[in-house]
């Protein structure tokens, strides 16, 4: 099944020790999105990638950086994880911007915890 | 500045009994709204979108533009229902999608 994959499903750091959240997706999407989902709030989108453009949120902490080396994968880094990044970070992926095509599939997540 | 409230954490109702989720948005333009769903245990998944104005698992949603609403609604609840519900609104200069804060609907037997 064509679908949108995270590793690890749960991953635990130590304070300030750089960490990084992978996404895959067979969709042959043009565009992923990751988000940080903050325990009993909303998802919060951090940055998304069209094709080889990157586009940051204007809030999105310095701390969090991206790659996408390709179409099928992309990477959050987080440089020094502060007590304050422990949350539920989501993978999303979409077609494109318009119409239809902005239905955004999302990954199952992964939860970190840093200590 | 562009906003979407789910004003309830909790829902929970009896199987059969009618439903109603409740979303308000805040948006200076022409909105575009969602209902997105996770099931226990699965990931987030989009259930429909106003623009398509269907009936998803038995559920619809209208856009009610001069209360700025979109609520969720299915007539008669089922207890496979039992999900975190997220409304959602995307932002047509960003394309990104602001969400709520979600409710959790609990359908009893």
């Known amino acids: 099944d064509a679908m949108v994959i995270q590793n690890p499903r749960y991953q635990v750091t130590q304070f300030g020790k750089p960490v990084t959240l992978s996404c895959s997706q067979t969709?042959?999407?043009?565009?992923m999105y990751w988000y940080q989902q903050k325990s009993s709030q909303a998802p919060k989108l951090l940055f998304h990638?069209?094709?080889?453009?990157?586009?940051n949120e204007a809030d999105t902490p310095d701390n969090f950086q991206s790659r996408r080396p390709n179409t099928s994968f992309c990477f959050l880094d987080i440089r020094s994880p502060g007590l304050g990044d422990t949350a539920m970070y989501l993978c999303?992926?979409?077609?494109?911007?318009?119409?239809?095509?902005?239905?955004?599939?999302f990954g199952p997540g992964t939860r970190l915890t840093v200590l | 500045a562009q906003r979407v409230t789910q004003p309830e954490k909790l829902l929970s109702v009896f199987k059969g009994a009618p439903v109603e989720l409740k979303c308000n948005y805040s948006y200076s333009g022409s909105p575009e709204l969602f209902w997105y769903v996770q099931y226990s245990r699965q990931r987030l998944q989009l259930l429909l979108r106003?623009?398509s104005r269907e009936s998803i698992k038995g559920f619809t949603a209208d856009l009610n533009k001069g209360e700025t609403s979109f609520h969720l609604k299915k007539p008669f609840a089922q207890e496979e229902d039992s999900a975190m519900y997220y409304c959602?609104?995307?932002?047509?200069?960003?394309?990104?999608?602001?969400f709520g804060t979600g409710t959790l609907l609990a359908v009893q037997p």
């Open positions: 969709l042959n999407h043009n565009v």
């Open positions: 959602a609104l995307r932002d047509g200069a960003t394309n990104k999608l602001i």
């Open positions: 106003h623009i």
């Open positions: 999303a992926t979409s077609r494109g911007y318009g119409g239809t095509y902005n239905e955004q599939f």
């Open positions: 990638y069209y094709d080889k453009d990157f586009n």
